[in-house]
C-alpha cells in the first residue's frame, strides 16, 4: 500500500498567487514526521517545512505553509505569492516512529510539478 | 562544506563495471543515508548509518550494493556488476541525530550522483 500520496502529477499557478499542493499519508503511528521538498530542474533536495504529529500548530516557513489534518491524515503544502523561481518538483515525504525505524528513515510519494506562469 | 557534498556529480559506465559513489555529509551530522530516483519517480531509501554502523540497510535491491562509512564522516556507496537499471540518480543525505518519528531532526540532500550505464 503506497504510504504517501501525492494526487497531482502536475499544477498550474499564476505569479502572485497562491497554490496548494495535496498530500495525504498513511501510517499507524502515533509518532510520525511530515516533510515537503522541493526539487529544481538541477536536482538538489531542498528542504521546505516540517510538521510533527503531535505538533498542535500549523508549521509556517515564510511563503511555504502545511495544513496539517491529522484526522484525514493529509499534509498539504500552501505556497502564498507564487514566484516563478517556485517552479519545480515538489515531494511530500513521511518518517514514521516506528522502533525498528528510528534512525529516520522518509517515505516519499511520487510528486507533483509546479509551473508558474508569468 | 557547508552542505551535503556527492562526487562524481555524473558518471557514465558500462554495465557490468563496478563504480563507487562518494558522499561527504554535513560537519557534525551523525546520520547519513543514501536514497536512489529514478526519472519521474520520489527518492527511495536504500541505507541508513548512524555513525559508523549501517542501522537499516532494508532498501539496498540486492547483493551488487553496498555501502561503508568507516569513519563515521564520509561514506562511499559502491555497485558490482552494474546493469542498465541502475541508471538513476544516487541522493546522499545528512542530519544531525538518529531522531525517528515526530522529533524534527531534518535531513539534508546533496546534489546527487547521476549514474548512466549503457
Known amino acids: 500500500a503506497q504510504k504517501i500520496t501525492q494526487t497531482q502529477p502536475g499544477m498550474f499557478v499564476q505569479e502572485k498567487e497562491a497554490v496548494t499542493l495535496d498530500c495525504t499519508y498513511d501510517?499507524?503511528?502515533?509518532?510520525?514526521?511530515l516533510f515537503w521538498y522541493k526539487q529544481p530542474s538541477s536536482g538538489e533536495m531542498i528542504f521546505l517545512i516540517y510538521?510533527?504529529?503531535?505538533?498542535?500548530q500549523n508549521a509556517t516557513e515564510g511563503r511555504y505553509s502545511l495544513n496539517f489534518q491529522k484526522a484525514r491524515k493529509s499534509a498539504n503544502l500552501v505556497i502564498s505569492a507564487s514566484q516563478l523561481g517556485d517552479s519545480a518538483m515538489y515531494f511530500c515525504?513521511?518518517?514514521?516512529?516506528?522502533?525498528?525505524?528510528?534512525?529516520?528513515?522518509?517515505?516519499f510519494g511520487q510528486g507533483t510539478e509546479l509551473s508558474v506562469k508569468p | 562544506g557547508a552542505g551535503v557534498s556527492q562526487t562524481p556529480s555524473n558518471k557514465v559506465t558500462e554495465k557490468g563495471k563496478y563504480v563507487e559513489l562518494r558522499c561527504d555529509p554535513i560537519?557534525?551530522?551523525?546520520?547519513l543515508y543514501w536514497y536512489r530516483q529514478s526519472l519521474g519517480q520520489g527518492p527511495e531509501f536504500l541505507i541508513y548509518?548512524?555513525?559508523?554502523?549501517?542501522?537499516?540497510d532494508s532498501g539496498l535491491p540486492n547483493d551488487r550494493f553496498f555501502a561503508v562509512r568507516p569513519e563515521g564522516s564520509v561514506s562511499t556507496l559502491k555497485i558490482q556488476r552494474t546493469e542498465r537499471g541502475d541508471s538513476a540518480v544516487y541522493l546522499c543525505?545528512?542530519?544531525?541525530?538518529?531522531?525517528?518519528?515526530?522529533?524534527?531532526?531534518?535531513?539534508?540532500f546533496g546534489e546527487g550522483s547521476w549514474l548512466t550505464v549503457v
Open positions: 510538521q510533527g504529529s503531535y505538533d498542535e
Open positions: 548509518f548512524q555513525g559508523t554502523g549501517a542501522a537499516d
Open positions: 501510517t499507524s503511528d502515533q509518532s510520525y514526521g
Open positions: 560537519s557534525g551530522h551523525t546520520a
Open positions: 515525504a513521511m518518517r514514521e516512529g516506528r522502533e525498528d525505524n528510528q534512525g529516520g528513515k522518509l517515505i
Open positions: 543525505a545528512s542530519s544531525l541525530g538518529p531522531a525517528g518519528g515526530s522529533t524534527g531532526n531534518t535531513i539534508y
